[in-house]
């Protein structure tokens, strides 16, 4: 029985590194695909969400300050 242990033992340890060079292999797939998104995104100029929140804010701010003008305007036309 020995000998069968052995084969079984020989077995299980090839498997178990094959899944490991698998493991290694699909790690470097995917930060291969990662670097190479983060060039193609860079290279595209697409801002980042927190540079699209803090213009959204500007501009949010830019129209009530706009639109408190608008009221100032009128009202100084409607005095004169």
Not at 2 to 7: F, G, T, Y
Not at 38 to 66: I, S
């Amino acid at each position: 029985m020995e000998p069968r242990n052995k084969i079984f033992d020989d077995l299980s340890q090839l498997m178990t590194n094959a899944m490991g060079v698998a493991q290694g292999a699909k790690d470097e797939a995917n930060t291969a695909m990662k670097s190479m998104m983060d060039r193609w995104l860079a290279d595209r100029d697409f801002v980042t969400r927190e540079e699209f929140d803090a213009v959204r804010a500007m501009a949010q701010k830019a129209r009530e300050e706009n639109a408190a003008l608008e009221a100032r305007i009128a009202a100084l036309e409607a005095k004169g």
